[in-house]
């Protein structure tokens, strides 16, 4: 045999050098198939990442797009068609509502009350108030009528593909477009008592809901009622909020103050719905037809304290529903139901009348 290998102190056999080149091949084999799994899984980490980015591009775009829009625009928002709302006089004291019940208003018009870019959302407000009114008395018509008013808005104008659910407009959202001149006469308004002062009433004057007991502001059998802080346009009584665990409450009592007599905060205020008063929304909430306000009130009289709700048109207003000697009162108003849109809802486009469009 030809000899090939090296003897023991240096040679190498050729065995060893087929095993090495074996080996080798066996790695770059492994080497390669590694490499190409690794190839994909950058690819369809790449892949992944671009289909993530997609949709945020897009929102990207959309809020570059809604730079432009401003309190007051109009947006394309429209609601779902359903059947009209039954009132009842036992939750809302009056029977002056239609029997078959209340019916959704068709074709509003919507505009931007309120931008939030934090959130990413809008405000929109009906640009007129809906067409039937809507009436409350007395002691239930105090109570409830905050909360019958959002439960119609949310029955009749809601868009439930979108995930949209409407309510009526508010104290707060009418506060919060407050201008510094606006907050000033806020607080500036006065009829027996100023703003956020009390008066006491004794014996036949001291009549009241019985859950006014609870609300701030309020003092039974006592002068001594601490005050939130009214600095700021931001519902400060919380009259815009519940005043029962459960409602529509059927709670109709009323009771009397004994010797330390029943003493109320001067909540009720009657401002100009203008540019003075609200800024750019001044022209959004400006109405020349009355519309009800979600929320309560309360006006001092030299002779009564008046429980009311307010009201809107070209001024801010109430109408009250029992006065603090017993007498009670009945109105009825129109709506103006606020939806809140986030950006992704819309496209970034708007039609020939310049009003913004809803994907």
């Not at 929320?295 to 109430?318: E, P, Q």
Request: proline residues 3%; hydrophobic residues 30%; glycine residues 8%.
């Amino acid at each position: 045999m030809k000899k090939i290998l090296r003897d023991n102190k240096g040679s190498i056999s050729a065995l060893v050098v087929i095993s090495v080149l074996l080996y080798s091949i066996v790695l770059t084999t492994a080497f390669v198939k590694a490499s190409g799994k690794r190839r994909i899984q950058i690819q369809s980490q790449i892949l992944a990442k671009e289909e993530y980015e997609k949709p945020l591009e897009h929102l990207d775009e959309i809020r570059q797009g809604l730079i432009q829009i401003k309190v007051g625009d109009y947006v394309n928002y429209t609601y779902d068609t359903v059947a009209n709302y039954v009132m009842s006089s036992t939750t809302c004291g009056s029977t002056q509502n239609p029997t078959d019940g209340i019916p959704q208003t068709k074709g509003l018009k919507w505009r931007v009350l309120n931008i939030d870019r934090i959130n990413n959302a809008i405000d929109l407000v009906s640009d007129n108030p809906t067409g039937t009114e809507v009436y409350f008395k007395g002691v239930l018509g105090y109570n409830n009528a905050p909360y019958f008013m959002n439960e119609i808005c949310y029955a009749h104008y809601s868009n439930s593909s979108l995930g949209v659910y409407a309510r009526n407009i508010n104290l707060l959202d009418m506060e919060k477009q407050l201008t510094t001149t606006g907050l000033t006469a806020r607080n500036a308004h006065k009829n027996a008592a100023q703003y956020g002062n009390t008066m006491t009433y004794t014996d036949s004057a001291s009549f009241y809901p019985l859950l006014y007991a609870s609300q701030k502001g309020a003092g039974i059998n006592t002068t001594n009622v601490t005050q939130p802080d009214i600095t700021k346009g931001n519902d400060p009584y919380d009259e815009s909020k519940k005043i029962a665990d459960n409602e529509p409450t059927t709670d109709s009592s009323t009771y009397q103050a004994t010797s330390g007599g029943l003493t109320t905060t001067q909540t009720y205020y009657n401002i100009q719905i203008n540019s003075d008063n609200y800024g750019d929304a001044a022209d959004v909430l400006n109405n020349a037809t009355f519309y009800w306000i979600a929320a309560r009130c309360i006006g001092n009289y030299s002779d009564v304290a008046r429980f009311g709700l307010r009201y809107a048109s070209t001024y801010m207003g109430a109408r009250h529903m029992m006065y603090s000697n017993g007498k009670t009162y009945e109105r009825g108003y129109g709506l103006r139901p606020v939806v809140t849109i986030k950006f992704e809802h819309l496209d970034g486009t708007t039609d020939s009348s310049g009003a913004w469009n809803i994907k």
